[in-house]
T-cell receptor, first 111, second 113 residues
Framework: EDQVTQSPEALRLQEGESSSLNCSYTVSGLRGLFWYRQDPGKGPEFLFTLYSAGEEKEKERLKATLTKKESFLHITAPKPEDSATYLCALMMNTGFQKLVFGTGTRLLVSP | DAGITQSPRHKVTETGTPVTLRCHQTENHRYMYWYRQDPGHGLRLIHYSYGVKDTDKGEVSDGYSVSRSKTEDFLLTLESATSSQTSVYFC????????????FGNGTRLTVT
């Protein structure tokens, strides 16, 4: 069965304190991995797509990386406005319609 | 922001009543999805559509039906609401299925009493 696990469930950082969020998975065949940000009361907002091991994508203070077993979302010098829940989702080689979502990491950045 | 509007944003209903949630898009995307989000679970797919009048079931489709009579509108109906269907419902659209991401609306919070 295709599974995805995000860790930690929650993370509290001080402003400027860099860290990483993890998305690990066991799937039969991965076509791609998406990262999303979700603010309270809102829908998930797309951040990145990663397709192959070794690939990296960056946007402002965020950098996403992918290996064969996991993806990391690195947050460099975070600000309070980076506080949100971060979700990863897997797209398999078969069944492109049916993404598998992790339960997310709740990030709180304190000033 | 992707042009996705969900209505209503909040609804409280009683057990046993039918409920319809609406998703409207202005992007002319072919693919549309309904997900539910519950604490401790990732987003779970209820139904999806790959064109007008073309729909299929997701992993948690029992008790739900959908319809798509126009490209821009995708309706989710709870035929007879139960307390286990209390959730936040998200609609999503997608340009293609080969690699493009889903873009989500801001959700409908449904409470079944």
């Amino acid at each position: 069965e295709d599974q995805v696990t995000q860790s930690p469930e929650a993370l509290r950082l001080q402003e400027g304190e860099s860290s990483s969020l993890n998305c690990s998975y066991t799937v039969s065949g991965l076509r791609g991995l998406f990262w999303y940000r979700q603010d309270p009361g809102k829908g998930p907002e797309f951040l990145f797509t990663l397709y192959s091991a070794g690939e990296e994508k960056e946007k402002e203070r965020l950098k996403a990386t992918l290996t064969k077993k996991e993806s990391f979302l690195h947050i460099t010098a975070p600000k309070p406005e980076d506080s949100a829940t971060y979700l990863c989702a897997l797209m398999m080689n078969t069944g492109f319609q049916k993404l598998v979502f992790g339960t997310g990491t709740r990030l709180l950045v304190s000033p | 922001d992707a042009g996705i509007t969900q209505s209503p944003r909040h609804k409280v209903t009683e057990t046993g009543t039918p409920v319809t949630l609406r998703c409207h898009q202005t992007e002319n995307h072919r693919y549309m999805y309904w997900y539910r989000q519950d604490p401790g679970h990732g987003l779970r797919l209820i139904h999806y559509s790959y064109g007008v009048k073309d729909t299929d079931k997701g992993e948690v489709s029992d008790g739900y039906s959908v319809s798509r009579s126009k490209t821009e509108d995708f309706l989710l109906t709870l035929e007879s609401a139960t307390s286990s269907q209390t959730s936040v419902y998200f609609c999503a659209i997608r340009e293609d299925i080969t690699g493009s991401p889903l873009h989500f609306g801001n959700g409908t919070r449904l409470t079944v009493t």
